[in-house]
């Protein structure tokens, strides 16, 4: 049984960080792509990040510069650190592992809510 389970959400002021934690169980983790995922209120869920390997790594456009993916294989563990962080990043953030792109993911964790609000 595959398991995605997140950590680390909040509540956070504007410009501060804040870093998600996912730890995945049931799984060849290091033949998966791993991703964060949002969705906010009212909208569609959207990519955040997704890594493979150590290189190939993606971003949406409104978190480049600010967020940071990456993974340790040996753990079984994805981590995003979000920086700069603006009222429009809150959202409930989702865990997803993928074997292949183009494709939705497989897998998804139960997400985590990040608020950010003076």
């Known amino acids: 049984q595959v398991q995605l389970v997140e950590s680390g959400g909040g509540l956070v002021q504007p410009g501060g960080s804040l870093k998600l934690s996912c730890v995945a169980s049931g799984l060849d983790f290091s033949i998966y792509h791993m991703g964060w995922y949002r969705q906010a209120p009212g909208k569609q869920r959207e990519l955040v990040a997704r890594?493979?390997?150590?290189?190939?790594?993606s971003y949406a456009d409104s978190v480049k510069d600010r967020f940071t993916i990456s993974r340790d294989d040996a753990k079984n563990l994805v981590v995003l650190q979000m920086t700069s962080l603006k009222p429009e990043d809150t959202a409930t953030y989702y865990c997803?592992?993928?074997?292949?792109?183009?494709?939705?993911?497989?897998?998804w964790g139960q997400g985590i809510q990040v608020t950010v609000s003076s």
């Open positions: 997803s592992a993928q074997r292949w792109l183009g494709v939705t993911p497989l897998y």
């Open positions: 890594i493979f390997g150590e290189t190939r790594l």
